[in-house]
Protein backbone atom coordinates (compact mmCIF):
# COMPACT_ATOMS: atom_id res chain seq x y z
CA UNK A 1 0.00 0.00 0.00
CA UNK A 2 1.13 3.52 -0.94
CA UNK A 3 2.12 5.72 2.03
CA UNK A 4 2.43 9.68 1.70
CA UNK A 5 5.17 11.43 3.80
CA UNK A 6 3.25 13.51 6.43
CA UNK A 7 4.47 17.26 7.37
CA UNK A 8 3.86 18.61 10.35
CA UNK A 9 1.80 21.96 10.24
CA UNK A 10 -0.28 24.41 12.30
CA UNK A 11 -3.45 25.19 10.72
CA UNK A 12 -7.24 26.16 11.65
CA UNK A 13 -9.87 24.84 9.04
CA UNK A 14 -11.97 28.07 7.33
CA UNK A 15 -14.83 25.07 6.67
CA UNK A 16 -18.56 26.98 6.62
CA UNK A 17 -20.89 26.44 9.21
CA UNK A 18 -23.00 23.34 8.00
CA UNK A 19 -26.91 22.29 9.16
CA UNK A 20 -29.46 20.04 7.44
CA UNK A 21 -33.23 19.62 7.94
CA UNK A 22 -34.94 16.88 9.43
CA UNK A 23 -38.46 17.23 8.49
CA UNK A 24 -39.54 14.12 6.64
CA UNK A 25 -39.73 15.31 3.43
CA UNK A 26 -35.59 16.69 3.62
CA UNK A 27 -34.47 13.39 5.59
CA UNK A 28 -35.89 10.39 3.31
CA UNK A 29 -33.81 11.42 3.32
CA UNK A 30 -16.59 23.14 -16.52
CA UNK A 31 -14.30 20.07 -17.15
CA UNK A 32 -15.45 17.32 -18.60
CA UNK A 33 -15.61 13.79 -15.79
CA UNK A 34 -13.23 12.30 -17.69
CA UNK A 35 -10.99 15.60 -17.21
CA UNK A 36 -11.81 15.85 -13.62
CA UNK A 37 -11.46 12.74 -12.28
CA UNK A 38 -8.00 12.40 -14.43
CA UNK A 39 -7.03 15.53 -12.35
CA UNK A 40 -7.83 14.63 -8.67
CA UNK A 41 -6.59 11.06 -9.43
CA UNK A 42 -2.93 13.17 -9.56
CA UNK A 43 -3.67 16.20 -7.42
CA UNK A 44 -4.56 13.88 -4.50
CA UNK A 45 -0.87 12.68 -3.82
CA UNK A 46 0.50 16.42 -4.25
CA UNK A 47 -2.03 18.39 -1.96
CA UNK A 48 -1.06 19.14 1.41
CA UNK A 49 -2.36 17.33 4.31
CA UNK A 50 -5.12 20.11 5.35
CA UNK A 51 -5.97 19.89 9.43
CA UNK A 52 -9.31 20.49 10.67
CA UNK A 53 -10.13 22.69 13.79
CA UNK A 54 -10.30 20.42 17.27
CA UNK A 55 -11.83 23.38 18.97
CA UNK A 56 -8.73 25.19 19.73
CA UNK A 57 -5.48 26.84 17.48
CA UNK A 58 -2.66 25.13 16.27
CA UNK A 59 -3.90 21.72 15.97
CA UNK A 60 -0.72 20.01 15.09
CA UNK A 61 -0.82 16.57 13.44
CA UNK A 62 2.80 14.39 13.02
CA UNK A 63 1.25 11.14 10.95
CA UNK A 64 1.39 9.05 8.05
CA UNK A 65 -1.15 9.93 5.97
CA UNK A 66 -2.67 6.56 3.72
CA UNK A 67 -2.95 7.61 0.42
CA UNK A 68 -6.21 7.51 -0.79
CA UNK A 69 -7.42 4.86 -3.58
CA UNK A 70 -9.80 5.65 -6.21
CA UNK A 71 -11.21 3.43 -8.45
CA UNK A 72 -9.47 2.39 -11.75
CA UNK A 73 -10.27 4.74 -14.54
CA UNK A 74 -12.12 1.74 -16.60
CA UNK A 75 -14.53 1.31 -13.31
CA UNK A 76 -15.47 5.11 -13.21
CA UNK A 77 -19.07 5.58 -14.76
CA UNK A 78 -19.02 8.45 -17.25
CA UNK A 79 -21.87 10.40 -15.70
CA UNK A 80 -22.99 10.74 -11.94
CA UNK A 81 -25.34 13.40 -11.09
CA UNK A 82 -26.55 13.47 -7.37
CA UNK A 83 -30.23 15.05 -6.77
CA UNK A 84 -30.03 16.89 -3.16
CA UNK A 85 -30.65 18.76 -0.19
CA UNK A 86 -27.22 20.75 0.67
CA UNK A 87 -28.20 19.99 4.62
CA UNK A 88 -29.76 16.68 4.19
CA UNK A 89 -27.60 14.16 6.34
CA UNK A 90 -28.08 11.19 4.24
CA UNK A 91 -26.77 13.37 1.11
CA UNK A 92 -24.25 14.20 2.68
CA UNK A 93 -23.13 10.30 3.47
CA UNK A 94 -23.20 9.61 -0.02
CA UNK A 95 -20.98 12.58 -1.20
CA UNK A 96 -18.80 11.38 1.82
CA UNK A 97 -18.44 7.92 -0.17
CA UNK A 98 -17.96 9.84 -3.60
CA UNK A 99 -15.30 12.30 -2.32
CA UNK A 100 -13.42 10.02 -0.65
CA UNK A 101 -13.00 7.51 -3.94
CA UNK A 102 -12.48 10.89 -5.69
CA UNK A 103 -15.51 9.63 -7.69
CA UNK A 104 -16.45 12.81 -9.95
CA UNK A 105 -19.76 13.87 -9.74
CA UNK A 106 -22.44 16.56 -10.25
CA UNK A 107 -25.13 18.39 -8.00
CA UNK A 108 -28.77 19.22 -8.86
CA UNK A 109 -30.15 20.75 -5.96
CA UNK A 110 -33.70 20.43 -5.22
CA UNK A 111 -35.93 22.75 -4.08
CA UNK A 112 -37.53 21.33 -0.77
CA UNK A 113 -41.09 23.32 -1.04
CA UNK A 114 -41.94 22.55 -5.24
CA UNK A 115 -39.31 19.29 -5.83
CA UNK A 116 -39.58 20.20 -9.13
CA UNK A 117 -36.16 18.90 -9.85
CA UNK A 118 -37.30 15.47 -8.91
CA UNK A 119 -40.60 15.37 -10.61
CA UNK A 120 -39.32 12.88 -13.12
CA UNK A 121 -39.17 10.47 -10.65
CA UNK A 122 -41.76 8.31 -8.72
CA UNK A 123 -39.23 8.49 -5.76
CA UNK A 124 -39.83 11.67 -4.16
CA UNK A 125 -37.40 11.72 -1.50
CA UNK A 126 -33.36 12.38 -1.98
CA UNK A 127 -31.20 11.26 -2.42
CA UNK A 128 -31.07 10.42 -5.83
CA UNK A 129 -28.30 9.14 -8.05
CA UNK A 130 -28.30 9.01 -11.26
CA UNK A 131 -25.26 6.43 -12.62
CA UNK A 132 -25.32 6.58 -16.30
CA UNK A 133 -28.91 6.97 -16.96
CA UNK A 134 -29.57 4.50 -13.66
CA UNK A 135 -31.56 5.60 -10.79
CA UNK A 136 -30.14 4.75 -7.26
CA UNK A 137 -32.23 5.32 -4.15
CA UNK A 138 -31.72 5.61 -0.88
CA UNK A 139 -28.03 6.57 0.72
CA UNK A 140 -27.05 2.84 2.02
CA UNK A 141 -28.24 0.97 -0.69
CA UNK A 142 -26.51 3.62 -3.30
CA UNK A 143 -23.68 3.23 -1.65
CA UNK A 144 -23.71 -0.48 -1.25
CA UNK A 145 -24.28 -0.69 -5.41
CA UNK A 146 -21.59 1.69 -5.77
CA UNK A 147 -19.37 0.03 -3.42
CA UNK A 148 -19.88 -3.37 -5.88
CA UNK A 149 -20.33 -1.90 -9.26
CA UNK A 150 -17.73 0.60 -9.15
CA UNK A 151 -15.30 -0.97 -6.02
CA UNK A 152 -15.82 -4.04 -6.64
CA UNK A 153 -15.94 -4.56 -2.51
CA UNK A 154 -18.44 -7.03 -2.03
CA UNK A 155 -21.00 -5.48 0.41
CA UNK A 156 -22.15 -8.13 3.41
CA UNK A 157 -25.55 -9.97 3.58
CA UNK A 158 -28.39 -7.74 4.74
CA UNK A 159 -28.75 -10.51 7.67
CA UNK A 160 -24.92 -9.91 8.54
CA UNK A 161 -23.59 -8.29 11.96
CA UNK A 162 -19.90 -7.88 10.55
CA UNK A 163 -18.65 -4.87 12.70
CA UNK A 164 -19.01 -2.50 9.57
CA UNK A 165 -22.57 -3.27 8.98
CA UNK A 166 -23.77 -2.73 12.43
CA UNK A 167 -22.31 0.35 13.17
CA UNK A 168 -23.66 1.84 9.18
CA UNK A 169 -26.51 0.24 10.58
CA UNK A 170 -26.36 2.48 14.25
CA UNK A 171 -25.56 5.28 12.34
CA UNK A 172 -29.54 4.98 10.01
CA UNK A 173 -31.41 3.90 13.03
CA UNK A 174 -29.50 5.42 16.37
CA UNK A 175 -27.50 8.84 15.31
CA UNK A 176 -29.63 10.64 12.49
CA UNK A 177 -32.16 10.62 15.46
CA UNK A 178 -30.22 12.59 18.24
CA UNK A 179 -29.56 15.08 15.71
CA UNK A 180 -32.91 17.04 15.22
CA UNK A 181 -33.52 17.70 18.74
CA UNK A 182 -29.97 19.39 19.26
CA UNK A 183 -29.60 21.44 16.44
CA UNK A 184 -33.43 22.92 16.84
CA UNK A 185 -32.76 22.53 20.89
CA UNK A 186 -33.95 26.44 21.27
CA UNK A 187 -34.85 29.34 19.01
CA UNK A 188 -31.69 30.70 18.40
CA UNK A 189 -30.06 27.65 17.67
CA UNK A 190 -33.13 26.62 14.98
CA UNK A 191 -32.46 30.18 13.32
CA UNK A 192 -28.73 29.12 12.76
CA UNK A 193 -29.75 26.41 11.23
CA UNK A 194 -32.48 27.55 9.09
CA UNK A 195 -29.91 30.77 8.28
CA UNK A 196 -27.78 27.58 6.34
CA UNK A 197 -29.99 26.07 5.12
CA UNK A 198 -32.03 29.07 3.38
CA UNK A 199 -28.49 30.53 2.06
CA UNK A 200 -27.34 27.55 0.47
CA UNK A 201 -30.77 25.55 -0.33
CA UNK A 202 -32.49 26.27 -3.77
CA UNK A 203 -35.05 28.62 -2.90
CA UNK A 204 -36.32 31.54 -4.10
CA UNK A 205 -35.83 34.86 -2.21
CA UNK A 206 -39.48 35.01 -1.35
CA UNK A 207 -39.20 31.38 0.31
CA UNK A 208 -36.06 32.22 2.04
CA UNK A 209 -37.67 34.86 3.83
CA UNK A 210 -40.35 32.53 4.82
CA UNK A 211 -38.83 29.49 5.60
CA UNK A 212 -36.38 30.96 7.71
CA UNK A 213 -38.62 32.09 10.29
CA UNK A 214 -41.75 29.65 9.76
CA UNK A 215 -39.27 26.76 9.47
CA UNK A 216 -37.01 27.52 12.20
CA UNK A 217 -40.23 28.18 14.67
CA UNK A 218 -41.95 25.11 13.40
CA UNK A 219 -39.09 22.90 13.55
CA UNK A 220 -38.54 24.06 17.17
CA UNK A 221 -41.72 22.19 18.02
CA UNK A 222 -41.21 19.20 15.74
CA UNK A 223 -37.94 18.51 17.53
CA UNK A 224 -39.67 18.45 20.79
CA UNK A 225 -41.80 15.45 19.20
CA UNK A 226 -38.83 13.83 18.21
CA UNK A 227 -37.32 14.05 21.65
CA UNK A 228 -40.52 11.89 22.84
CA UNK A 229 -40.56 9.65 19.43
CA UNK A 230 -36.94 8.27 20.65
CA UNK A 231 -37.41 8.63 23.97
CA UNK A 232 -34.65 11.41 24.61
CA UNK A 233 -34.90 13.52 27.68
CA UNK A 234 -31.32 15.57 27.59
CA UNK A 235 -30.83 16.30 23.60
CA UNK A 236 -26.97 17.11 24.07
CA UNK A 237 -26.47 14.33 26.34
CA UNK A 238 -27.86 11.80 23.59
CA UNK A 239 -25.62 13.48 21.52
CA UNK A 240 -22.32 13.45 23.60
CA UNK A 241 -23.39 9.98 24.66
CA UNK A 242 -23.55 8.48 20.65
CA UNK A 243 -20.37 9.92 20.07
CA UNK A 244 -18.75 8.41 22.44
CA UNK A 245 -20.39 5.35 21.69
CA UNK A 246 -18.93 5.77 18.57
CA UNK A 247 -15.20 6.70 19.74
CA UNK A 248 -15.35 3.16 21.74
CA UNK A 249 -16.15 1.46 18.92
CA UNK A 250 -12.96 2.56 17.58
CA UNK A 251 -10.96 1.16 20.35
CA UNK A 252 -7.70 2.99 19.94
CA UNK A 253 -7.77 2.77 15.85
CA UNK A 254 -7.70 5.61 13.88
CA UNK A 255 -10.62 4.62 11.81
CA UNK A 256 -13.23 1.92 12.48
CA UNK A 257 -11.61 0.09 8.98
CA UNK A 258 -8.28 0.75 11.23
CA UNK A 259 -5.57 2.14 9.34
CA UNK A 260 -7.87 4.00 6.38
CA UNK A 261 -11.91 4.75 6.68
CA UNK A 262 -14.44 2.03 6.03
CA UNK A 263 -17.96 2.18 5.24
CA UNK A 264 -19.15 3.05 8.76
CA UNK A 265 -16.33 5.52 9.21
CA UNK A 266 -17.72 7.31 6.22
CA UNK A 267 -21.69 7.16 7.03
CA UNK A 268 -21.03 8.45 10.84
CA UNK A 269 -18.64 11.35 8.97
CA UNK A 270 -21.51 12.45 6.15
CA UNK A 271 -24.51 12.50 8.73
CA UNK A 272 -22.43 14.58 11.34
CA UNK A 273 -20.53 16.89 8.95
CA UNK A 274 -23.81 19.53 8.81
CA UNK A 275 -23.78 20.06 12.56
CA UNK A 276 -20.21 19.86 13.05
CA UNK A 277 -19.97 23.94 13.01
CA UNK A 278 -22.79 24.43 14.12
CA UNK A 279 -23.19 25.05 18.06
CA UNK A 280 -24.60 21.78 18.76
CA UNK A 281 -21.33 20.08 16.55
CA UNK A 282 -19.06 22.52 18.39
CA UNK A 283 -20.69 21.46 21.51
CA UNK A 284 -20.30 17.94 21.07
CA UNK A 285 -16.48 18.35 19.77
CA UNK A 286 -15.81 20.23 22.93
CA UNK A 287 -17.46 17.73 25.79
CA UNK A 288 -16.63 14.06 23.91
CA UNK A 289 -13.30 12.53 22.26
CA UNK A 290 -14.72 13.09 18.68
CA UNK A 291 -12.89 15.59 17.60
CA UNK A 292 -9.40 13.46 16.29
CA UNK A 293 -11.13 11.22 14.87
CA UNK A 294 -13.72 13.71 12.85
CA UNK A 295 -10.40 15.72 11.81
CA UNK A 296 -8.86 12.93 10.74
CA UNK A 297 -11.59 12.00 8.27
CA UNK A 298 -11.49 15.54 7.31
CA UNK A 299 -8.44 15.19 5.73
CA UNK A 300 -8.89 11.19 4.91
CA UNK A 301 -12.31 12.16 2.51
CA UNK A 302 -10.05 15.44 1.55
CA UNK A 303 -11.52 17.71 -1.25
CA UNK A 304 -14.81 17.73 -2.61
CA UNK A 305 -14.99 15.61 -5.96
CA UNK A 306 -17.95 17.33 -7.33
CA UNK A 307 -17.53 18.67 -11.21
CA UNK A 308 -18.32 22.30 -10.72
CA UNK A 309 -20.28 24.25 -13.27
Same mark, same amino acid.
Given at each position: ??????????????? *???????? $???? =??????? &? +?? +???? %??????? %??????? %? #?????????????????????? /?????? %????????????FLDYYDIPYKVVEVNPLSKKEIKW??????????????????????? &????? @??? $? @????????????????????? +????????????NTTEALESFEYITSNGNFSYIEKL???? #????????? $??????????? &? /?? #??????????????? !?? &???? !? $???????? #?????????????? !? @????? =????? /???? *?????? !????????
Amino acid at each position: MRRVPSILFRTLAAR *RATSYVVQ $SRLL =HGSPTAA &D +HS +HRRR %FSYLLAP %FAAASLG %F #AGALFSQEVLAKEPPPPEALPR /EVVLYQ %FEACPFCNKVKAFLDYYDIPYKVVEVNPLSKKEIKWSEYQKVPILMVDGEQLNDSSAII &DKLGL @KIL $S @KKIPESTSEDEETKWRRWVDN +HLVHVLSPNIYRNTTEALESFEYITSNGNFSYIEKLSVKF #AGAAAMYFV $SKNLKKKYNIT &D /ER #AALYEAAETWVKALN !GR &DFLG !G $SKPNLADL #AVFGVLKPIRYLTS !G @KDMVE =HTRIG /EWYA *RMESAV !GEPSKIKP
